[in-house]
């Protein structure tokens, strides 16, 4: 019962904190723009002078 | 005869191998590199800058506006800057021209060799620049002017337009699907334990456990991500109304409260599995439905910001000032550059010039203006600059008078109640009903407990929700939206797609929509395909309207060198001139009634070529498509009733109007309404307006005024007018789709309700069957997306 009452909870907190992670990146606009992060890999930065 | 014209017309005449212009993709002067002076700059800063890579990584879209840069437009940069308090600044500009992911990376890479910018990002979705940086406003200019000089446009948003695409409601509903997927498959996973329990054993202890967990997340999940709906139900309850939103409303609210008691209670049956995952697949069609809509919007905001333009104000000093058309105080004095749009309305002081005024009144031909003519803002500048002394803004303009009657307009309309509503005035109450007579059936028929008799009626409602009916609607709204959108048709109205498969009459307005929105030049088999090619090399160098039809009729030529251009008169290049009448015409030929341009060589008669409105070039066949399916289509026009019924003829339109004044048009629409038509007005010009908000449901292509775009449902792009067939056709296949949707939902709650009524369901039977049902309706719609 313990054991079980414990892995119940541990999940909570996981995806609590996946869900958290989620609202804090829509909140920085990362989902804004996916057409442009689709694309942005295909460039590396020139080197820095 | 000068060696360079010589050259190029034997270049022109020959057409020998062309060449295309190493930055922009244009074909460029016999074998050159660069198209024009502003190419190769572009191509020496970005070589300059180690930005080489560009050139071999993008693909250049065809349908986009080339990368050529056109420093012809000057901005007013510091009504859009948003200042915070700390100094920072901050710009958004729409980008014209954008391509490719080369162009982002392009873009943001000049900007990083700016100093002093802190944040230069470009938005590949919205096709939005962002700019930030520390210090002087004045600044911007210079940011804008790298950009610019790579061979984009630039041009700012005006911060109310900005304000309103921040999309809140957007963020609001996938914050609530957020919370309402990790609620859903966090209570699912202690559900599936709990019927587990059922089959192995499980004791009433555990499951009582279980049911808590469940009950702790889901209860203020459904507070959070329930939000939009309640809402919803509960304003249209306050107006004694109800939609769809209402029995869901009260179906989950319900649900959880029984499915709390019971896990007080102890019971065996809980179901907060079926409360959250209901909300989690509703959420996921508003969110997508948001989503398409938001898309199109955005794209026909776009295409009203491209067009927007500056005006220039006479100073005092004699300088000019770029202006806001908006922030002009009455009786400033306006500039009116050759082929610039006239943003204003105003009396001529200065200047004699023809207008283009079909965007205004539907005239096609241009009307003469000189000092004392007075011009409505969205006329064209055909001839030379003008000055403009601006009358009184704001409710005084046209455009004011136009609002005000798209608005009386717009009042008279009506409320267009959504099929989803129909349904569900229906049935809400027959739900509700269902489920009160099953309690009282079990409580006194039955003689069962009351907590029974509750459950019972309560695992009706739950079986009831209107899960797979409230995404019958929606779901074929995203794929058809979606799917217009793919073919440049910007769908902005929920509701525009039921209208759309309603409709049985078509108004057409004429110039601009059945037409071309530039005037064509008239081929009638005489002319001059060699002096065309030489007219069209002296026309590539200005950025009149007809010399740019000069330019598209002729095909690739090339550009001549040296061509000056003469204000008021025409083009000259050594001995070799494109212009009026006066300035390379023959005096003695007989006049012509449209616009003219001649063509005048040294040793052989001058050439002219006369221009005319033009028809679409699918205009004939989508007319006739639209006839074949049956609907009746009326022409009515502001134009002059040669001009209209020689059209109409082509085109094989019995019924149309010529001379209809914005007033009349509304009559016309307003008559065929009332005698129980469903009309589509497809218009574009300013005077369209007011008859684009009385139709049943209206269309405008993107080269419509402001005022028509804004108003408009639907908004398709390109040169065709095919879309308002492929529109039409979607749409009734849409309405078919959600027809077949509704049936299939209503059958599987025909199914699953006398279960229920029995008491026979279970929480495991309600989560499949509503999952199940809800698959169904949205595998339906998805056969939307193949192509007829």
New interface residues.
């Given amino acids: 019962?313990t054991t079980?009452?414990f892995l119940?909870l541990l999940?909570?907190v996981l995806?609590?904190a996946?869900?958290a992670v989620?609202?804090w990146a829509?909140r920085s606009g990362q989902?804004?723009?996916?057409?442009?992060a689709?694309?942005?890999i295909?460039?590396d930065?020139?080197p820095k002078p | 005869m000068t060696a360079a014209a010589a050259g190029a017309m034997s270049v022109g005449m020959s057409a020998v191998t062309q060449s295309l212009c190493a930055h922009c993709g244009q074909v460029a002067p016999g074998g050159a590199r660069f198209c024009c002076p502003g190419c190769e700059a572009a191509f020496t800063t970005i070589q300059g800058m180690?930005?080489g890579r560009y050139y071999a990584?993008r693909v250049l879209a065809p349908d986009a506006r080339p990368p050529r840069p056109e420093s012809n437009e000057r901005w007013d940069l510091v009504r859009s800057i948003a200042t915070d308090a700390k100094g920072r600044n901050e710009l958004v500009v729409a980008v014209d021209g954008l391509q490719?992911?080369?162009c982002?990376?392009l873009i943001e890479?000049a900007l990083a060799r700016e100093p002093g910018l802190v944040a230069g990002r470009?938005?590949?979705?919205?096709r939005r620049l962002r700019l930030v940086w520390d210090g002087a406003t004045g600044q911007a200019e210079r940011y804008v002017a790298a950009v610019e000089r790579l061979g984009y446009r630039l041009i700012p948003y005006n911060a109310a337009s900005l304000a309103a695409s921040q999309d809140r409601t957007g963020?609001a509903l996938?914050?609530a699907l957020?919370?309402a997927g990790?609620a859903a498959?966090?209570v699912m996973?202690?559900s599936v334990a709990v019927w587990a329990g059922l089959v192995q054993g499980m004791g009433p202890g555990?499951r009582g456990?279980m049911h808590w967990?469940s009950a702790l997340?889901a209860m203020p999940a459904i507070a959070y991500a329930g939000q939009p709906f309640f809402r919803s139900a509960f304003a249209v309850l306050r107006r004694g109304r109800t939609n769809m939103d209402v029995p869901i409303s009260i179906g989950v609210v319900l649900v959880t409260a029984v499915s709390l008691a019971e896990t007080i209670r102890g019971g065996e049956h809980a179901y907060f599995d079926s409360a959250v995952s209901l909300l989690f697949f509703l959420l996921i069609g508003r969110v997508l439905d948001h989503v398409a809509r938001g898309r199109a919007r955005a794209a026909a905001e776009q295409l009203v910001t491209l067009r927007a333009n500056d005006v220039a104000v006479l100073q005092a000093d004699g300088s000019t000032q770029r202006l806001a058309a908006e922030a002009v105080a009455p009786g400033a004095m306006v500039l009116v550059a050759a082929g610039e749009r006239i943003g204003v309305d105003g009396v001529v002081t200065a200047g004699n010039a023809p207008l283009d005024a079909s965007l205004v009144t539907g005239e096609s031909l241009p009307v003469a203006a000189g000092p004392g003519t007075s011009v409505f803002a969205g006329t064209v500048n055909l001839g030379a600059a003008l000055t403009v002394r601006a009358t009184a803004t704001g409710a005084a303009t046209l455009l004011a008078e136009c609002v005000r009657l798209i608005e009386a307009a717009e009042a008279r309309r009506g409320r267009f109640v959504v099929l989803a509503d129909r349904v569900a005035r229906r049935y809400a109450p027959t739900v509700h009903l269902a489920a009160s007579l099953t309690f009282l059936w079990w409580w006194l028929a039955m003689a069962a407990p009351v907590s029974q008799a509750l459950l019972t009626a309560c695992a009706v409602l739950i079986i009831t929700c209107p899960c797979a009916l409230a995404l019958a609607v929606p779901a074929v709204q995203v794929i058809a939206t979606g799917r217009l959108f793919q073919q440049g048709i910007l769908l902005k109205s929920a509701t525009a797609l039921e209208r759309l498969a309603e409709v049985d009459t078509v108004v057409f307005d004429k110039t601009g929509t059945l037409t071309e929105p530039v005037l064509g030049l008239v081929d009638d088999g005489t002319l001059d395909r060699a002096a065309l090619r030489i007219a069209a090399g002296l026309a590539a160098a200005s950025r009149h309207p007809l010399s740019r039809s000069l330019v598209e009729a002729a095909g690739p030529v090339v550009a001549l060198d040296d061509v000056r251009e003469i204000p008021g008169q025409g083009l000259q290049a050594g001995a070799l001139r494109l212009g009026s009448r006066a300035f390379a015409g023959d005096a003695t030929a007989a006049a012509a009634a449209g616009p003219e341009l001649w063509l005048a060589r040294p040793g052989q008669p001058a050439v002219c070529f006369r221009f005319d409105e033009r028809l679409r070039a699918d205009a004939v066949e989508t007319v006739a498509r639209l006839k074949s399916m049956g609907l009746a289509i009326i022409l009515a026009s502001g134009d002059r009733p040669e001009a209209v019924g020689r059209i109409a003829a082509t085109l094989g339109i019995v019924e149309w109007r010529a001379a209809q004044s914005p007033v009349e048009k509304v009559a016309l629409v307003e008559r065929l309404r009332a005698e129980g038509k469903r009309v589509l007005m497809v218009g574009d010009g300013l005077n369209d307006g007011p008859s684009l908000a009385a139709a049943s449901v209206s269309a405008s292509p993107a080269t419509a005024a402001d005022v028509s775009q804004t108003v408009a449902d639907v908004i398709f792009q390109g040169n065709r007018l095919g879309p308002v067939a492929e529109t039409l056709t979607v749409a009734r296949r849409a309405k078919s789709v959600m027809g077949q949707n509704i049936v299939l939902s209503l059958a599987y709650n025909a199914i699953m309700l006398p279960l229920a009524v029995c008491g026979t369901i279970t929480p495991w039977l309600a989560a499949a069957a509503m999952s199940s049902s809800s698959l169904l309706v949205m595998g339906n719609s998805f056969r939307l997306r193949r192509r007829a």
């Fill in positions: 019962m079980m009452l119940i999940s909570i995806g609590g996946g869900l989620f609202l829509l989902y804004d723009d996916l057409t442009g689709a694309n942005r295909l460039f930065d020139p | 180690g930005l990584e490719c992911g080369a982002v990376w890479q470009v938005n590949m979705t919205t963020r996938i914050k957020a919370v990790f498959s966090n996973l202690s555990t456990l967990v997340i």
